[in-house]
């Protein structure tokens, strides 16, 4: 069996300046946010009042206390498609506030294109997720606000999938995709190999994510399920009939993620290899 | 946990006689070895010649007539498939044997039918144990098994209505399961919902393993009887998952098997052994 390495990690990478549109990504995570409202309060109608009150708290909270009365110049125009938060104004400018912060940019600027720092940027996703996650556990109760969380994930993810998209016939076409020579190396470092007909694993000797928040977050079950468990639903992407398994996970504290893509047309067994095997998977050199 | 069973073992379960619509039922058979003879033709072309000759010889010697007869519904049956049209004699001779089975005589239109329940279970079983059984002894076992597995997994797919309905959740499909009925079901089973998404149920006979007691290979019988259970359990809905580990066909005392709801989880662990041996109606876990 030929294990191949991609990406290699660079010591900069979370300092480097990227460019980025920072009104689309602030669209994506308050679509993102305004559909975890709109779920809690259809399924868990009860509490989420006392949800929102507390995701307000939590994020005035997070907020230097310059930022806490700021009103950013984007927020009538963010919030005008996602119901659930034009609803609840309030926690919508906190949000957005803190979004600002994050990547340290202007209260009351007009978003435009702009560079960010590349660590801001990792947490402009995680910051908010956490957050959102751990108020929930606040809220509902920890094991009922995971169950909730998990649901809302996939559901998000089932949602925003094109029936149309384009999938892949095989997963060989994918792990062939995924160590072609590429122009500019990732900074994930990971080896991949194809240990059976319909069966792609790969290692993630790495995170960039999880390094990006650093000691920042600390409930490592939560960081899970903020970081790793949407990704069982969205390999789905690739075909309805590749599934994911996983068990190893940085996020969880382990040294490396340990990942396997079944084709389920090729062989229903999902049996997920053990430690030994991700242990001994090392490249040809 | 509470647990449920349903259905009630019968002594006569495989000696009482039932009604088929035989043609029905036949053209089923057919057109199911039709689409398995085109997927080696296209997988494994350089075998194909070959496997349709080990076919036309196994079925041959399993069949009490010296010189085959002419059924009159033949040419029916094969008009819509193409692979056993091209390879007459290997359709007649299946034909013959598949009659042999039910005890029908051979020079009658097929028609409803009071056959034997036994007969009837091994009239599809018999055929699918020895279409495996043959491709083991063309290909090389394991490379025949492989691709036995693609076979069943495809057919399920290529038949699947996309406008079937689904279940929005799984408690819809266990309670309509624990629903009374009429006469109870010859499979005995024990039932339950073992977590939020997740129903587990303990098959405790199987009719289908009874009625080919004669066949010895516990292997292939699992591929025949059970495998396909994986893909089909799809048909309840996209985002089902079956897990499976002990078998009957495998000579375990009971079969083991969890519908796991993804939208709901995706944590696919399946219960150990000791789950399921103490898994008693009434009792809670």
């Not at chain 2, 279409?131 to 495809?154: C, G, P, Q, S």
Request: with cysteine; aromatic share 10%; hydrophobic share 35%.
């Amino acid at each position: 069996m030929k294990f191949v390495k991609t990406g290699k990690y660079s010591e900069d990478v979370l300092e480097r300046l990227v460019e980025i549109d920072p009104l689309k990504e602030a669209l994506n995570r308050f679509e993102k946010m305004n559909y975890l409202l709109g779920f809690v309060k259809e399924r868990n109608p009860e509490i989420y009042p006392e949800y929102i009150n507390n995701l307000l708290a939590k994020y005035q909270n997070l907020l230097e206390d310059e930022r806490k009365k700021a009103n950013p110049i984007d927020l009538d125009e963010l919030v005008s498609e996602n119901p659930n938060l034009k609803e609840h104004l309030e926690l919508a400018r906190a949000v957005l506030n803190y979004f600002l912060q994050i990547l340290q940019l202007p209260a009351e600027a007009k978003l435009e294109k702009i560079k960010v720092v590349n660590r801001d940027y990792f947490q402009s996703y995680s910051h908010i997720s956490y957050p959102n996650l751990l108020v929930l556990t606040d809220t509902l109760g920890r094991a009922e606000a995971i169950a909730l969380y998990k649901k809302f994930i996939t559901q998000h993810t089932l949602e925003n999938r094109d029936p149309d998209r384009k999938t892949a016939d095989n997963v060989e076409i994918i792990f062939t995709k995924a160590i072609e020579p590429k122009e500019v190396q990732s900074d994930w470092e990971i080896v991949h190999g194809m240990f059976g007909d319909g069966k792609y694993a790969f290692r993630n000797n790495n995170c960039v994510f999880l390094t990006a928040i650093g000691d920042d977050l600390s409930d490592l079950e939560l960081k899970y399920y903020v970081c790793c468990y949407g990704d069982y639903e969205k390999f789905k992407n690739y075909h309805d009939s590749i599934l994911l398994t996983m068990e190893h996970t940085i996020a969880q504290g382990d040294p490396y993620c340990s990942r396997v893509l079944h084709d389920t047309r090729v062989d229903w067994d999902l049996t997920h290899p053990p430690k030994s095997f991700w242990d001994s998977m090392e490249p040809e050199e | 946990m509470k647990f449920i069973r349903t259905g009630k073992h019968r002594q006569d379960a495989l000696e009482r006689s039932i009604e088929i619509n035989s043609l029905e039922a036949t053209q089923r058979r057919m057109k199911r070895l039709n689409y398995l003879l085109g997927f080696v033709k296209e997988r494994n072309p350089q075998v194909f010649p070959e496997y349709v000759n080990n076919l036309l010889a196994k079925y041959q010697s399993l069949s009490k007539e010296l010189v085959q007869p002419n059924p009159f519904d033949l040419d029916e049956l094969v008009s819509e498939n193409p692979n056993l049209k091209e390879h007459l004699e290997l359709a007649r001779v299946v034909l013959n044997y598949y009659l042999q089975i039910l005890q029908l005589p051979d020079a009658v239109n097929l028609e409803k039918d009071k056959v034997v329940n036994k007969n009837h279970l091994q009239s599809f079983l018999h055929l699918a144990y020895y279409n495996l059984l043959v491709l083991t002894e063309t290909l090389d076992r394991a490379d025949a098994i492989t691709l036995y597995k693609k076979f069943v997994t495809h057919f399920i797919i290529d038949r699947r209505d996309p406008d079937r309905d689904t279940y929005n959740n799984l408690e819809a499909l266990f309670a309509k399961s624990i629903e009374p009925k009429e006469e109870p079901p010859e499979w005995v089973v024990v039932r339950g919902m073992i977590g939020d998404g997740k129903y587990a149920y303990r098959n405790d006979n199987c009719l289908w393993i009874d009625a080919i007691e004669d066949l010895p290979d516990s292997e292939l019988k699992y591929y025949v009887c059970c495998y396909g259970d994986y893909e089909g359990a799809k048909n309840l809905h996209e985002s089902v998952v079956l897990t499976m580990e002990h078998t009957i066909a495998q000579g375990d005392s009971y079969c083991s098997r969890v519908l796991h709801d993804t939208r709901v989880d995706w944590d696919l662990t399946h219960p150990p052994k000791d789950f399921w041996d103490r898994m008693e109606p009434g009792s809670v876990d």
